[in-house]
């Protein structure tokens, strides 16, 4: 033991029991401690700041040795209260803020926001081809990044370094098609009611086709890496096992209860923004553990490549159409352009509202301070996100502001399986089972 | 149905719009008749078969958008998810949360709890209302119907200040333990301080002038 006492390592008697701080380098000197006790149990507060923990998710372990007998999450480190906050800002505003819920899926619960919106007004059908086209090519490209995150931090999480330096490597070059789109890389606001915030730039068709291709050929160096790997199999098959009863009652969606064997995909089921009109496959398998749900996020990655190429087959014969509904008193006035310093407001809006039209100006005025009214009542709309159900309950009261916003949140619903997951497996396993999940904590708090 | 006047949010002299006499009523989706359309009636004749007290348990059913809400009495609401769940015919087998929606005017019933509720077998949806007063927030709880409630149903505490009654645990789950209130209540204040920037001042979202 060290000669100097660390004030925030220091243990104290307490009702429950001796309670250890540690604060890391000093597990020797701990383990000691305890072994001289005769205390079996021992409960272990794992987070809410842990490299391992994806994000600030506490984790409450009662061990027996190095067996978990009970596991709670401890939740509400990132609540950031947007729900609250979308109920004092127009209906157009709402999307920057629900962006940030799962931040590595902003698109997602835009797109979900955007299509209850739009369900609430009535406009779905009147929604451009062009822009549910761009809308889909979003998500799909969204997925592969959010996938990449998930494969790479869960593999890292493991003792596995290297897919996590590919993996990052792929989703940049996904976040650079998402900088060239809408000028932003993550949280991007550009689905908005109606439509999208701008159409995709002249030229970018080639430049996704090209990332596509190369995303192929990458993709294949993760999959040497992981895919029959003897020791990452072992850390992976038959853990966090959770079978098709368990995931029903306790409302699984997405990879985890495809794992299962159910071809759950609401992309599939309830389609959305036109998904029927796409050929791709719904990947399954039977294992139930958290090496099929890799495999299904590894396969799911050329799904959406392939609906991807679909996407910009579809965005090259509809070039030029609109990317925004032609209601006027919806459709957001202004447009993005890029400039000679980068993206910004489109000086052709400008010129127009401050030189030329007054009605323009004034148009830009309603449209953007007050926004649009929406008639009242109620929708839940859902999409399938790289994590499962992304469902948007959205109230209205007839006003220029919502009413209510509820996400329901997949990854919120879904780590409420780590105890089921985890209970009487080894402490190591916890780890595992929880980065199968994929919870995104953004969106857990909200 | 409610009425609002005016187009901003400030309410005596402090309105200079000129918009300060209009008069706007607001409306909310009444009782829907049959048909309904779609599966929304084999899912109210499949539940009314088979559990027998449903006029009594259902107060209105209201399609709207193409959706279908069932505003259930809460004395009954527990034995209608098991119903929803168990029967064969219906066999919504999941439900992918609650949420609250608080409306202050409403007499006797402020608070509300909505259930989404999703049928893999079938593939259909359909969702759960119930309202309870500001004085008596009890619901039962459907943790022992659909497990996956359970931290649905504690947010819902957390927010809105229901309380589910046979809940294994209903403690805060997003706020801190010690919380005062429940923030997603509209009479509970947004918060958020006046901002400087370059001489003027921004007021916090819910002090700006607002239309409504």
Redesign the interface.
Known sequence: MSTHTDPYAQSRETTEGRVYAVTGGDWDSLSTEIGATKEERVVVNMGPQHPSTHGVLRIILELEGETVTEVRCG??YL?T?I???T???SWTQGVTFVTRMDYLAPIFNETAYCLAVE??L?ITDEIPERASVIRVLMMELNRISSHMVALGTGALELGALSPMIFAFRERELVLDLFEMISGLRMNMAYVRPGGVAQDIPHGSIPKIRETVAQLRKNFKDNEKLLVGNTIWMKRTQNIGYLDLAGC?????TGPVLRSTG?P?DLRK??PYCGYENYDFDVITTDSADVYGRFLIRMQELEQSLRIVEQACDKLEKLEGQPVMVADKKIAWPSQLSVGADGMGNSLDHIREIMGESMESLIHHFKLV???FRVP?????V?VESPRG?T?V?L?S?????P??V?F?EPS??N??STSAMCEGSMIADVIGAIASIDPVMGGV?? | MSQENGSFGVSGTGDTSGYGGLV?I????GSSERPFGGYFDEVADDLERAFPEFNDAIEKIVV??N?L?LYVKREHLFEVAKKLRDTESLRF?????V?G??YPEEDGRELHA?Y?LLS?TH?R?I?LEVAVPDSDPHLPSLVEV???????ER?TFDMFGIIFDGHPGLT?????DDWQGH??RKDYP?GGIPVEYKGATTPP??ERR???
């Open positions: 939740i509400g609540h209260g729900e609250k906050n109920e004092y800002r369900k609430l009535g029903t009652t306790l409302g699984i159910l759950w089921t309830q301070t007050e926004g009242a009542g109620q929708v839940y859902a159900e469902g309950h109230v009261d007839g006003g220029t502001r009413y209510r509820h329901r919120f619903n780590l409420q708090d909200r | 706007r607001k409306h909310s989706a709207d958008r959706e809400t087998e999941m439900c992918m949360g949420d929606v608080h909505v989404a893999l593939n949806r969702r659909w497990g996956g409630i359970n931290w649905h947010e805060r789950i997003l706020m801190p923030p997603q947004l979202p819910s607002s239309y409504r």
